[in-house]
C-alpha cells in the first residue's frame, strides 16, 4: 500500500525520531501575529537564542486591529503596546511583517495562501488554531502554542507524535445555495467536536475537488472545530493555477519544478489510511448552528433536537445550550431573530464569500433591526472587493464596509456584541463569550445565508431566497 | 545547552479542585480579551472569569470561587477539555492561578500540547474514575490526591487509580525534556540536512 500525503511529508521532513518518541519535525513555514508572538521572542531573548531560519518565518497583525479607524497609536494602549511589540520583535530578529502599512496585512490564514507564501508538500506552524486552513493547498498545517513558537523560531523544528490520517470521502453535486462552509459543519456534526482528536483529515471526494481553492480553505480552516489539528486537500491543477503568478510562489522555470513535486507528494488512489469515512453531499442543506459549540448544528429546514434523541453524552452540554441560547428543544432555527450580521473571519473572508453575499443582498437593505458589517479578510480582499464594484453594494444595503482583521470572531478588538445579541456569523466558533458579550449568542452559517438573515432580521433558508447576479 | 525551564516531573501531590462540564473550551478558560497583554504574568486572575463573574463583576457559583478550593493544585474535568483556540494562554492562566496537573477524561490535542510544553501532566482517566474522584473531592476538600508519572498512578485518599498519558508526554515530564527548545537544537546538523533535502527550501527559485 501506498503512503498518503499526510505521511509523505511527515517523512520529508522528520529530521530524527527524539529520545521521548516523538519525532522532530522540520517547519518550512512559520506564519506569526502579534497575540501569541510575544512571550515567544521574549522567551528566546532571555536564553540567548536567536531565530534559525528568519526567512522561513512571516508575520502580521489581524487579531486586535481596529477594522473601523486603524490609524495608530490606536485608541487601546494594550492593542497599541502589542502592535510595537511586533513591529519591533520582527525588526530585531529579520523577519518579514506584513504591517498595517503595507498593502499585504491581513488575517494571518488568509494572507499566507493570497500571497503564495503556502505551498504544497510544506510543513507549516502558526500561533493559531486554525493554521489548518493551509492544509488546502496539500500542505500540513499545525496550530501551536506559544512555547512551541518559541521552539519554531529557534530551531525552525517542533517535536511532536504522528497523528493518524482520516480519510473524509465528500462525493455528489452540491445543491443550488449550499457552501463548503455547510459541508464542514455536516462533518463536525457527524463526527463529533472531539472526533478528530489523534486524527489529521484528508478531504477527498469528487465534491472537494469541485470546489475553489477558496472553499477548500474554508472546509480545512474548522478541521479543529471538529477536533482536528490538522486538515488538507491533495494538490490538483486548481492548486496549480491558483499559486501561478504569486508573488512568494516560484516563477519561470522553477514553478514548474515546483509543481513536478507538489504533484508528487498527492495522496495516490492506492494510498492507505488509518480510517475512511463517507458524506454523501448531495443530500446536505444549509446549517445553522442553535447551540454553543460548532458540532450543535443542523440543516435550516430542522428543529433543534429533543434532548431524549441525543447520545447521552452530548445532553449535559445540550441542556447548557438551550439555557445559554433561551431556545427551545423542537424549535424550528428558520425564523430565529437575530440583531447583528457578521461576514468576516478567516473561514469566510475571501473575495468569493463576499461576492456570493453581495450577490444576495444587492438592491436589498438590511433589517431594520440589524446591525451589519462585512469585515474583508485581507488588503488585497479589499482591494479586489473594491474593483468589482462590492463595498458599494454593501453601504447601499446598509452594511458597514470595514478593514481587515480578525473583527467580532472573536473580539479582541473593538468589535463586539452588546448583552443578549444574537449574531449570524460567517466565522467559525459560537462559543459563549466568544464574540465579546459573555451572555451574547452566535449562529455559525454560511456568507450567503448570513446575507439572507441580515436582509430578513431572522434565519432564512437562502435557497428560497431572491438572486440577482451581480454585474462585476 | 541554552538555558530551559525543564525540570523533571514526576511526583505531584496537593489538594484537587473540580470543574465539571465537557467541551469547555479555551474562551471559556480564558476570554480573548485578557489576551491582550505581552507576557503570561498576572494571568491567574482571569482564569473561568466569564463563568466565575457577571458582568457586574459578582461572582457566579463556579468552585474557583469557593473557598474550601483555595490553594488547590489538581484540577479535575470530563471530556474534551481544553478544546477551541490554541491559545497557550489557557494553560498558563491555570498554572498562574496554582494548577499544576490536570485531570480528566479527555483533552484536546493542542492544549495536552501546551500543557506539557509548560511541565504540566495533562493525565487521562476512565470516566467512571473521573466521576469518583470528583465526587470525594466534592465531599471532602482537604482529600490529599498525589500523582505518581513513572508508575502511571493516582491516589485520592485511600484510593488508588491507573491513568495514562502518550507515552511521549510521559517521557519527556519524566526525563525533564519537556520544554524541548534545547532538545531540539541538539540536532542542529540534521536540523540543516533536513532543509537541504527539501526541495523548496534548497532549490525552486522565489517568486517576484
Known amino acids: 500500500m501506498a503512503k498518503n500525503l499526510f505521511n509523505k511529508v511527515w517523512d520529508l521532513h522528520k529530521v530524527t525520531t527524539l529520545e521521548s518518541g516523538q519525532d522532530q519535525l522540520f517547519i ?6 502579534e497575540v501569541t508572538s510575544p512571550q515567544a521572542f521574549q522567551m528566546i531573548r532571555e536564553r540567548g537564542l536567536t531565530v534559525l531560519y528568519p526567512g522561513r518565518t512571516f508575520a502580521t497583525v489581524d487579531h486586535i486591529v481596529p477594522t473601523a479607524d486603524q490609524q495608530r497609536p490606536f485608541t487601546d494602549p494594550l492593542a497599541e503596546e502589542m502592535m510595537q511589540a511586533i513591529e519591533k520583535n520582527t525588526a530585531e530578529f529579520g523577519i518579514e511583517f506584513f504591517g498595517l502599512h503595507t498593502d499585504y496585512q491581513g488575517i494571518v490564514h488568509i ?22 486552513t493551509h492544509g488546502a493547498f496539500g500542505a500540513i498545517a499545525f496550530g501551536i502554542g506559544t512555547s512551541q513558537i518559541r521552539d519554531v523560531l529557534a530551531t525552525q523544528c517542533m517535536a511532536i507524535s504522528r497523528p493518524k490520517v482520516r480519510k473524509i470521502n465528500v462525493t455528489g453535486a452540491l445543491a443550488e445555495g449550499v457552501y463548503a462552509k455547510d459541508i464542514i459543519l455536516k462533518i463536525i456534526a457527524d463526527l ?3 472526533g478528530g482528536i489523534g486524527y489529521a483529515y484528508e478531504y477527498n471526494g469528487d465534491t472537494i475537488h469541485n470546489l475553489s481553492m477558496e472553499g477548500r480553505m474554508t472546509i480545512c480552516n474548522m478541521s479543529i472545530e471538529g477536533g482536528a489539528r490538522v486538515g488538507y486537500v491533495n494538490p490538483d491543477e486548481k492548486t496549480v493555477e491558483y499559486l501561478r ?9 522553477a514553478f514548474d519544478e515546483a509543481v513536478e513535486f507538489w504533484n508528487s507528494i498527492a495522496s495516490g488512489p492506492d494510498a492507505e489510511y488509518d480510517d475512511v469515512f463517507e458524506l454523501d453531499a448531495t443530500r446536505l442543506e444549509p446549517m445553522v448552528t442553535w447551540g454553543i459549540n460548532p458540532g450543535q448544528a443542523i440543516g435550516v429546514s430542522a428543529a433543534t433536537p429533543a434532548l431524549s434523541a441525543l447520545k447521552p453524552e452530548h445532553r449535559e452540554v445540550a441542556e447548557k445550550a438551550y439555557a445559554h441560547m433561551d431556545f427551545q428543544e423542537g424549535d424550528p432555527i428558520k425564523g430565529k431573530k437575530i440583531n447583528v450580521a457578521f461576514l468576516g473571519s478567516c473561514t469566510n473572508a475571501r473575495i468569493s464569500d463576499l461576492r456570493e453575499a453581495a450577490r444576495i443582498i444587492k438592491g436589498k437593505k438590511v433589517h431594520s433591526s440589524v446591525k451589519a458589517f462585512v469585515v474583508p479578510g485581507s488588503k488585497q480582499v479589499a482591494k479586489q472587493a473594491e474593483a468589482e464594484g462590492l463595498p458599494a453594494i454593501y453601504s447601499e444595503a446598509g452594511f458597514q464596509w ?8 472573536l473580539a479582541m478588538n473593538p468589535d463586539k456584541l452588546q448583552g443578549r445579541e444574537i449574531c449570524a456569523s460567517s466565522s467559525n466558533r459560537n462559543f459563549i463569550g466568544r464574540q465579546g458579550s459573555p451572555t ?7 456568507p450567503a445565508m448570513v446575507a439572507a438573515a441580515a436582509v430578513s432580521g431572522e434565519v432564512v433558508d437562502v435557497r428560497e431566497f431572491t438572486r440577482e447576479p451581480v454585474t462585476v | 545547552m541554552a538555558a530551559t525551564n525543564n525540570t523533571a516531573v514526576k511526583t505531584l501531590t496537593g489538594t ?9 473550551d479555551t474562551d471559556q478558560i480564558i476570554p480573548a480579551r485578557y489576551m491582550k497583554v505581552v507576557t503570561f504574568e498576572g494571568l491567574g486572575q482571569y482564569a473561568f472569569r466569564d463563568v466565575r463573574f457577571a458582568e457586574d463583576g459578582s461572582p457566579k457559583p463556579h468552585p474557583f470561587n469557593e473557598e474550601k478550593y483555595h490553594g488547590a493544585s489538581i484540577l479535575l474535568v470530563n471530556r474534551n477539555f481544553g478544546c477551541g483556540s490554541s491559545r497557550e494562554h489557557a494553560p498558563q492562566a491555570l498554572n498562574k492561578a496554582g494548577i499544576n496537573a490536570v485531570v480528566g477524561e479527555s483533552f484536546a490535542e493542542i492544549f495536552a500540547g501546551n500543557c506539557t510544553a509548560m511541565g504540566i501532566p495533562a493525565i487521562v482517566l476512565s470516566s467512571e474514575d473521573t466521576l469518583q474522584i470528583m465526587d470525594a473531592v466534592e465531599a471532602d476538600p482537604t482529600i490529599e490526591i498525589t500523582i505518581d508519572l513513572p508508575t502511571t498512578t493516582l491516589t485520592a485518599g485511600s484510593h488508588r487509580y491507573s491513568f495514562t498519558l502518550p507515552p511521549a508526554y510521559l517521557n519527556s515530564l519524566i526525563a525533564g525534556t519537556w520544554d524541548s527548545t534545547s532538545v531540539l537544537l541538539d540536532n542542529l546538523n540534521q536540523i540543516h ?3 537541504g533535502r527539501l526541495p523548496y527550501v534548497n532549490g525552486f527559485a522565489k517568486g517576484a
Request: glycine residues 18%.
Open chain 1, 28 to 33: 518550512g513555514l512559520h506564519m506569526v501575529h
Open chain 1, 192 to 194: 463529533g467536536v472531539n
Open chain 1, 440 to 446: 451574547g449568542r452566535t449562529l455559525l452559517m454560511s
Open chain 1, 402 to 409: 470595514r478593514g481587515a482583521g480578525c473583527s467580532m470572531c
Open chain 2, 193 to 195: 540536512e533536513t532543509a
Open chain 1, 245 to 253: 503568478g504569486r508573488q512568494y510562489a516560484p516563477s519561470g522555470e
Open chain 2, 16 to 24: 484537587a479542585i473540580p470543574v465539571r462540564g465537557n467541551d469547555i
Open chain 1, 111 to 132: 494572507i499566507g495562501p493570497e500571497l503564495g507564501i503556502t505551498q504544497p508538500g510544506m510543513t507549516i506552524a502558526c500561533g493559531d488554531s486554525h493554521t489548518s
